[in-house]
């Protein structure tokens, strides 16, 4: 069974950069998974930040962006607002249309 | 402004069966292929099955193939979730979403949910 692992939580304070990774049981992960990233905040449905690993949806703001970063799939935030606390799940597409989600991380703006 | 309004959720005892559909606005509809994804309480997602904008190919988790069938009525911009023998273990929220092709690939938008309990 594939397992995509993101860390559990992660802290940062405002103003600051921190960045979300995404790794595959599988091995390296590249574009070919093409790695999507989601915002969920309590209470609301997920909202779609980054498709095929680095590009934004049209609503996304500049401060977040995608990346391959040393086998992981990658989300940083630079400039972090209080509104970025939420919850940040990857989605990885394996072939024959199988799509696993990472467990998610918890961000929090402190 | 692309829209997704997922119904046809409720309570329903274990073992019995549920429909849930997805009615889709302002896009073409055919073109794009669609998922089923859910949330149990205080989880993470988890993806449940994929249509391809055609509606000629099926994907599911190993959850819950054999018991789920997902499919599209094209002429009614709609996407359906027939999930029968329920288990405890499917009690959720379900979203559907939409992918950026016809392929099951990127996800762009989806819908607010619909709450699934499984329980006697």
């Known amino acids: 069974q594939t397992v995509v692992t993101q860390e559990p939580s992660l802290t940062v304070s405002p103003g600051g950069t921190v960045t979300l990774t995404c790794a595959s049981s599988t091995g390296a992960v590249t574009s070919g998974y093409y790695p999507n990233w989601f915002q969920q905040k309590p209470g609301q449905a997920p909202r779609a930040l980054i498709y095929?690993?680095?590009n934004k949806q049209s609503w996304t703001p500049a401060r977040f962006s995608g990346s391959l970063l040393g086998g992981k799939a990658a989300l940083t935030l630079s400039g972090v607002q209080p509104e970025d606390e939420a919850e940040y799940y990857c989605?990885?597409?394996?072939?024959?249309?199988?799509?696993?989600f990472g467990g998610g991380t918890k961000l929090t703006v402190l | 402004e692309v829209q997704l309004v997922e119904s046809g959720g409720g309570l329903v005892q274990p073992g019995g069966s549920l429909r849930l559909s997805c009615a889709a606005s302002e896009f073409t509809f055919s073109s794009y292929a669609m998922s089923w994804v859910r949330q149990a309480p205080g989880k993470g997602l988890e993806w449940v099955s994929a249509l391809s904008g055609s509606g000629g190919s099926t994907y599911y988790a190993d959850s819950v193939k054999g018991r789920f069938t997902i499919s599209r009525d094209n002429s009614k911009n709609t996407l359906y979730l027939q999930m029968n023998s329920l288990r405890g273990e499917d009690t959720a929220v379900y979203y559907c979403?939409?992918?950026?092709?016809?392929?099951?690939?990127?996800?762009?938008?989806w819908g607010k949910g619909t709450t699934v309990t499984v329980s006697s």
């Open positions: 979403a939409k992918h950026y092709s016809s392929s099951p690939k990127n996800v762009d938008v």
């Open positions: 095929s690993t680095s």
């Open positions: 989605l990885l597409y394996y072939g024959g249309a199988q799509l696993v």
